[in-house]
């Protein structure tokens, strides 16, 4: 392996009016490269509006709100380990589907709200959904990149990024990010920036708005600069 990409990715895009306006403004005023689309949300429509311009992944919703494939079923996060394998590929190709219908281009790759192909049947749909198509899929670990490479899908090398009671993002953790990634691979960050929620209740929310300042901040660029990383999209 030779080279390095670096992609910096915001996840949630279609989640929230807020937290979709402000994924826009980290990729066209601050640094983020990337972003991944919820499209079977209520706010799917109104985040289409704003994604001209914008690299958009999928960002496979398992967790909330009716399946695309099938309308009538609603997922409950709790609930997906039980799903079936066939039912996430179909699901899987639905919603890649459904978010070129909505902005009128194929998705650049694929991860999954809150890491549900961590359970193995959802990843096995997934993995032959993407195969299908001929797009990568986000692996959080060194287990899930060796499965989807052995079904012939395409992943990062490395992914740093987290979600939890403080954002992850702080302009320290990212200086102290961009100083230290590899020299080669496919290294993939997971950002959650925007606006605090406005309509869906969210324990990510102001956190989403320290992220948002972060990438935005002149110094995000400085330090871009200063180590000669380029963020890219997926491809």
Known sequence: MSGRRVILN??????DPAVSRGIVRSMKQGVVSSTTMMVNTPHSEDAATLSEGLAIGLHLNLARWPAVSRPSFEFVERDAATLESAFVHDE????????KALVGRDATHVDVHKHLHRHQRVLEGLSRAAASRGLAVRGIDEAMRAALRARGVRTNDVFVGDAGATAWWTTSQFEQT????????????????GFAPSVVTSGYSTQRELELATFCAPAARAVLARQGVT???WR
Do not use: K, N, S
């Open 178 to 193: 961009v100083a230290t990634l590899p020299a080669e691979g496919v290294i993939e960050l997971m950002c959650h920036p």
């Open 92 to 99: 899987a190709l639905a919603q890649l589907d459904r978010l």
């Open 231 to 233: 963020f890219e999209a």
């Open 10 to 15: 915001a996840d949630d895009f279609g989640y």
